[in-house]
């Protein structure tokens, strides 16, 4: 402690506000780390999953401490330690299903979406009809022809889920 004392007492004038600078640099950065770590996330769209919404490219910026999850709600979702972004078309208790046209059916009821393209199984996916468990999601991309998601890896678990968008930054063309 009296070392630093005397390093601090022979430091010019320039180089105390230098040493300080940095000590506030360094503390917003740690702010900013935390930040991002425990309240907000941000990920990078790889695909065209949930185009025409979200594009490949994209930056979603997610919030973490969300705690409950609802049909429609865009997530990111960690499985199989890749990021997805997927909509929460069905949670615990509910029973997925596809019907002839291709179009979603959840709980027996045939759902309308705006999305353009056909729903599809998957082969060698979730075998539908799925109930899905307690604490669980079944994510969709809206894109369903180029979408990986729950009809490929199955529902995901609350603990998967990294949290819900919030907010979109287009970074394609600049």
């Known amino acids: 402690m009296l070392k630093l004392r005397k ?3 022979d430091m010019t004038p320039n180089q105390k506000a230098a040493l300080a600078l940095a000590s506030k640099l360094a503390a917003f950065v740690g702010i900013l780390f935390v930040t991002f770590r425990l309240v907000f996330g941000l990920g990078v769209v790889g695909d065209e999953a949930m185009y025409p919404r979200l594009r490949n490219g994209d930056l979603v910026l997610y919030y973490r401490m969300e705690r409950t ?3 429609g709600d865009v997530v990111a979702a960690r499985v199989g ?3 997805y972004f997927g909509r929460i078309v069905a949670v615990g ?3 997925v299903d596809l019907s002839q046209e291709g179009q979603l059916v959840i709980n027996g009821y045939p759902q309308s979406e705006e999305v353009f393209f056909e729903t599809d199984t998957v082969e060698g996916g979730t075998a539908l009809p799925c109930t899905i468990p307690e604490g669980s999601f079944f994510l969709l991309g809206d894109h ?3 979408a ?3 009809r490929a890896f199955g529902p995901v678990s609350r603990a998967q ?3 819900k968008a919030i907010t979109l930054l ?3 063309g600049i």
Do not use: F, H, M, W
Request: net charge neutral.
């Open 148 to 150: 990986v998601d729950s």
């Open 161 to 163: 889920i990294e949290g």
């Open 170 to 172: 287009r970074r394609r």
């Open 81 to 83: 330690g890749k990021e």
């Open 144 to 146: 369903r022809t180029e």
């Open 7 to 9: 390093l601090q007492n």
């Open 93 to 95: 208790g509910d029973t």
């Open 69 to 71: 999850y609802a049909a």
